[in-house]
């Protein structure tokens, strides 16, 4: 059989198997059902759901800018709802931003085609349910040859995820339970195309012999039948504990999707992602390979929620780079181990999250590089219903340090904290009185931190190889209104270049 310039593998064939097979849950006809024509009403649950087409990760921190086609409905009991995000997304801008924050220019790797996401909150009858969907019809990952590696090329069409929580109080299905979920992710097709000098990976090898497959002679995609490829699959991950991946050499890994489900008695949740893939080319293990999850949804449902909804979001660290508008940016960085407070809130337990060791960020910042690194996060928060239409909520949000050497640059001891409690028919009340700390702010070696300190000071340093003045303000408060807050302990600016905020939290007690 005569070679062609690439081999291909029929990897339509591979992440069928796991989409197909005992990954994927197929709906039921309850939820399906009650789907039809949703119509607004305030209901006693509080339902939330977010679904995106790509989101792009490294080291563990979300770059925000590649967060493609997201859709987020927060926190709320009003059923009817609906919320739809296209794709907006263009890599290209952020090539030259990136740059060596990346183990490999992945603006140059992916491309996306017509992505759909969408969340509803819809009722039928006694049933109530929340769903979100991302739909991305097509994608087209690697084709590049980058330090001498051929990059694989992977090419999906109607990749699709499908995330559903509901309260049945007729319990329809027989399992015992009034809450429900279900979930599913699949798409049409899918392709994997080797390079003539690419090497055959241990589990894509498997995956060929197991199929009766020659690595020498593949020259256009094979189709072997479902089953067969299901009980391949499932064999390869049974037998040889390489788990639900297939390493492709030159690119690193394929996840074959995943989903999940939580259903209690006071709540449901489920989640899908239909793909997730490494980009490590180099195969070291240097804490900066890209993680890219597409095709991701997730919703939740719980009860009760009769004084309202929690809408809250903890994080450690906000970075937005080069601004091109107002509240628009080339890079958007953050996202460490973010937390949230449940929508129905947490019986008063106060929950505590820690991020164990370092965090090292690629700041980029133009004209100098650098990193951030960062120590002892940590966030906490608790909520409470209460009679009458009263709530009460805390969240705080804590770094042990900051460290950026290129701007010499140490703050020490930070957190924020907003305590919350609502009234029926008055504003939210302690968003105009957040409690924020600093230990310490040192510049080049030397502290800079000013006896008394007060909220919404500014602390002036500078930055000699931009020939630039920095800011520090203690205790930003960045928006508030009739429910609650947003605000950081400390921001970080120099004007025209990049924004950084520490110890970020938004909190908010939504009525409806």
């Not at 279900?182 to 049409?188: L, N």
């Not at 499932?234 to 390489?242: K, R």
């Not at 960020?361 to 608790?382: H, V």
């Amino acid at each position: 059989m005569k070679k062609s310039l690439k081999r291909a593998v029929a990897v339509s064939a591979v992440c069928a198997a796991g989409l197909a097979g005992t990954l994927t849950t197929t709906t039921t006809a309850t939820a399906d059902e009650a789907r039809k024509a949703p119509a607004k009403e305030l209901t006693d649950f509080g339902m939330t759901a977010l679904a995106y087409g790509t989101k792009v990760g490294v080291g563990g921190v979300d770059i925000k800018t590649l967060k493609d086609a997201k859709t987020l409905q927060a926190c709320t009991r009003t059923a009817g709802l609906e919320r739809l995000a296209p794709s907006l997304l263009s890599t290209d801008q952020i090539t030259a931003l990136l740059g060596d924050a990346l183990p490999v220019d992945v603006a140059e790797l992916i491309n996306f085609f017509n992505d759909t996401a969408t969340t509803e909150i819809y009722t039928n009858g006694n049933i109530t349910g929340v769903k979100a969907v991302n739909t991305i019809a097509d994608i087209q990952l690697g084709g590049e040859v980058i330090d001498n590696i051929s990059i694989p090329t992977i090419k999906i069409e109607g990749l699709k995820s499908v995330a559903d929580s509901f309260y049945d109080p007729a319990d329809t299905d027989g399992d015992g339970k009034k809450f429900g979920t279900a979930e599913s992710f699949g798409f049409g097709d899918l392709k994997l195309l080797l390079p003539e000098d690419g090497v055959i990976g241990e589990t894509l090898n498997l995956l060929l012999e197991n199929l009766g497959l020659s690595t020498e002679d593949l020259n256009e995609v094979i189709n072997v039948p479902l089953g067969i490829l299901v009980d391949t699959l499932q064999q390869i991950i049974d037998t040889a504990g390489l788990g639900d991946v297939i390493e492709i050499p030159g690119l690193g890994s394929i996840g074959l999707g995943s989903s999940f489900r939580k259903i209690g008695n006071d709540a449901a949740s489920s989640g899908a992602n239909a793909l997730q893939i490494e980009v490590n080319p180099s195969g070291e293990e240097n804490g900066h390979a890209a993680l890219l999850k597409l095709g991701y949804a997730q919703s939740r449902i719980s009860a009760p929620v009769k004084s309202g909804v929690f809408r809250s979001t903890i994080m450690g660290l906000d970075f937005k780079a080069l601004p091109l508008a107002d509240d628009v940016e080339l890079l958007h960085m953050g996202g460490i181990g973010t937390q949230a407070i449940p929508c129905e809130g947490t019986a008063n337990k106060k929950v505590t999250k820690a991020i164990e060791g370092a965090r090292s960020i690629p700041l980029n910042i133009p004209g100098l590089g650098g990193l951030a690194t960062l120590n002892g996060i940590e966030y906490s928060y608790k909520a409470k219903q209460l009679a009458r239409g009263r709530a009460k909520s805390m969240a705080k949000s804590k770094l042990g340090s900051l460290e950026i050497p290129v701007l010499g640059l140490e703050i020490q001891g930070i957190s924020s904290r907003l305590n919350l409690k609502k009234f029926p028919g008055e504003r939210v009340r302690g968003s105009n009185k957040p409690k924020f700390k600093v230990l310490d702010i040192l510049h080049d070696g030397e502290s800079i931190l000013p006896e008394n300190l007060r909220i919404g000071d500014v602390i002036e340093f500078v930055v000699d190889e931009l020939e630039q003045t920095g800011f520090i303000t203690f205790g930003k408060v960045k928006s508030r209104n009739y429910y609650g807050a947003k605000l950081s302990a400390i921001n970080i600016t120099i004007p025209g270049l990049f924004d950084i905020d520490l110890g970020w939290l938004e909190s908010q007690i939504y009525p409806k």
